[in-house]
């Protein structure tokens, strides 16, 4: 591939905008550059001078568009591509008739890798670089995604989801089945290319003790791995659990109990949280990822993004595709605002692009590789057109600040305001 020289308005992070003023964590630099060479950003800086030290570079020239890291989506179910937006269910209910019927069909690899290739399309159309992903209980889900994303050279975690009480016939594995099929998933794939593995309980309800004791050990023999589960997401769901372990302290004692609380733990959802849960995934570094379209659509509860993040819990935020009703990070982000608004704490538009980008890769543990388009880090990028629609065009011309013009975009813009997408240095979109 040859070196490419992207140009435009670049943004990147210089700090945190949780704990710094949000504007002073954030640098931009417009007539900026970035060499793109093997999948690497190999150099930073302005564009005029990048041109002159690299001439035979193509050039990838955005103007006042503004480049950036792409976004990272930490908990989605590819396999419930197409059922998102299905009315009227909230989370058990969703489950029974929505998602396992459509889960069911993933033992076929041809299904698998159907909706992998068009999740994928899709995501990539919506300028997400990297996502975590459930897959479903049939290792042929974990190939076919796997497989799907290597193609594309695309930087992803997955994971075979894991039940084994609970859900349907066909849709059941066992604690045995379950650890053997995780870990020869898991030797074939972790590691590979840009491709790791999340050891994936589903959650709960849905496994029994001696099942979330196995997944616990395949943790403590593979502690490099990210394991990913839900936690407390409705108050339903809660009181199940409950049932199911009275000896428990709380919901996140379930999976404590049994090995599956840990620093490279994602628990989603994580909005119905007892002060012990989190004092506990605070003292172990754990990630909570904020699903904010989901947790409206299934109308599970807002999430308590500002206390949270105050208390120094690390935070990731995430579409939950298909419960969550969009693919598109910007969306999620105006979901985050929306939910921050009925908190009485708005976030601020760098807290939004940072909860997207660096907060995301931190909850993955990838920040030293994604996240931030600076020098040293992967190719993945997202190239944001700040008037993309009539509607934000109109608002933007009013904007007096470049911030105003990101929070239109943010709130009103979809995957038309994507104007190219890089993955691995590679454009996978990009307007004529
Ligand atoms: N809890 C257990 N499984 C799921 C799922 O597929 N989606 C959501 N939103 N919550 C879950
Ligand atoms: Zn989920």
Redesign the pocket.
């Known amino acids: 591939m040859p070196d490419i020289l992207i140009s435009g308005q670049i943004l990147s992070f210089t700090g945190d905008p949780f704990t710094a003023p949000p504007e002073d964590a954030v640098r931009i630099d417009s007539d900026g550059g970035l060499l793109i060479r093997d999948g690497m950003i190999a150099e930073a800086g302005p564009a005029d001078a990048l041109a002159a030290r690299h001439p035979q570079a193509e050039r990838h020239d955005f103007n006042d568009r503004l480049v950036m890291a792409g976004f990272i989506d930490p908990h989605v ?1 590819y396999p ?1 591509t197409a059922i998102i937006a299905s009315w009227g269910k909230r ?1 058990i209910d ?2 029974e008739s929505y ?1 396992f019927p459509e889960e069911m069909r993933f033992g076929d690899p041809a299904h698998a890798a159907q909706i992998a290739a068009t999740y994928l399309d899709l995501t990539a159309a919506h300028g997400t670089t990297t996502m975590c992903s ?1 897959c479903t209980i049939h290792p042929e889900s974990v190939e076919a995604f796997f497989a799907e994303a290597q193609t594309r050279g695309q930087r992803v975690v997955a994971g075979k989801t894991c039940m084994d009480r609970n859900a349907p016939d066909g849709l059941r594995d066992t604690a045995r089945s379950a650890h053997d099929d995780s870990r020869r998933l898991l030797e074939r794939w972790h590691g590979v290319d840009r491709l790791s593995y999340a050891i994936t309980p ?2 709960t309800p ?1 496994s029994t003790p001696e099942q979330l004791e196995a997944m616990g050990a395949l943790w403590a023999e593979q502690p490099d791995c990210l394991m990913q589960t ?1 936690l407390s ?1 409705q108050v339903d ?1 809660i009181a199940w659990v409950k049932s199911l372990h009275p000896e428990a302290r709380d919901y996140l004692d379930t999976y404590e109990a049994h090995g599956l609380l840990g620093e490279r733990g994602l628990y ?2 994580a909005i119905h949280l007892e002060p012990r849960e989190r004092d506990r995934l605070r003292e172990v570094g754990a990630a909570l990822v904020h ?1 904010p379209t ?1 947790n409206t659509f ?1 109308g ?1 509860g807002l999430f308590d993004m500002a206390g949270l993040v105050a208390e120094g819990q690390r935070v990731g935020l995430a579409t ?1 595709t298909g ?2 009703s969009s693919f598109s990070m910007l969306r999620t982000m105006a979901a985050a605002y929306e939910i921050g608004q009925l908190r009485g704490t708005p976030l601020h538009a760098a807290q939004l692009l940072w909860l997207a980008t660096c907060g995301s890769a931190r909850a993955l543990h990838m920040e030293d590789r994604i996240g931030n388009a600076v020098a040293g880090r992967e190719a993945d990028l997202v190239v944001l057109d700040l008037a993309s629609t009539p509607a934000i065009a109109q608002r933007a011309a009013r904007a007096e600040t470049l911030w105003e013009q990101v929070f239109a975009t943010i709130m009103m813009g979809d995957d038309r305001a994507i104007a190219a997408t890089y993955i691995g240095g590679r454009d996978v979109k990009r307007a004529a």
């Open positions: 179910h419930q989370l969703w489950l998602t459930f589903r959650f849905t839900h997401e769901e989603g959802h699903c989901s299934i599970s939950d419960g969550g």
